[in-house]
């Protein structure tokens, strides 16, 4: 099976995400929340590349976020880090979710 480079391009982005928050503002929470995420959707990942239709993880994984960091966002209106935390979760939906439809079995 091929990996899932996009699902790990994902997971690096949200622990470099929660580490960058740590450092620039001493965030404790971004660093635990970015971290366990990040791990979240490696493995998520991981088993996405083992069976194509094992993305449940990876669903919860980056509907979670879109949904958390959404609702930043609109508290907020500051694009980093929560609009492009939820831009690149709500692209990792939509890979998700085409993904689901790819690998569907069909009826004959």
């Given at each position: 099976?091929?990996?899932?480079?996009?699902?790990?391009?994902?997971?690096?982005?949200?622990?470099?995400?929660?580490v960058?928050?740590?450092?620039?503002a001493?965030?404790l929470?971004s660093?635990?929340?970015?971290?366990?995420?990040?791990?979240?959707?490696?493995?998520?990942?991981?088993?996405?590349s083992?069976?194509?239709?094992?993305?449940?993880?990876?669903?919860?994984t980056?509907?979670?976020?879109?949904?958390?960091?959404?609702?930043?966002?609109?508290n907020?209106?500051?694009?980093?880090?929560?609009?492009?935390?939820?831009?690149?979760s709500?692209?990792?939906?939509v890979?998700?979710?085409?993904?689901?439809?790819?690998?569907?079995?069909?009826?004959?």
């Open positions: 099976m091929a990996a899932d480079w996009i699902g790990l391009s994902y997971a690096v982005l949200v622990s470099a995400g929660g960058l928050g740590f450092v620039k001493g965030s929470t660093l635990v929340a970015g971290l366990l995420f990040g791990l979240l959707a490696a493995v998520g990942s991981y088993q996405t083992q069976n194509p239709r094992n993305v449940w993880l990876s669903l919860a980056a509907g979670t976020l879109a949904a958390v960091m959404g609702f930043r966002f609109l907020s209106w500051k694009f980093m880090p929560a609009g492009l935390m939820t831009l690149a709500a692209l990792m939906l890979k998700i979710i085409t993904g689901m439809l790819k690998t569907r079995p069909h009826k004959t």
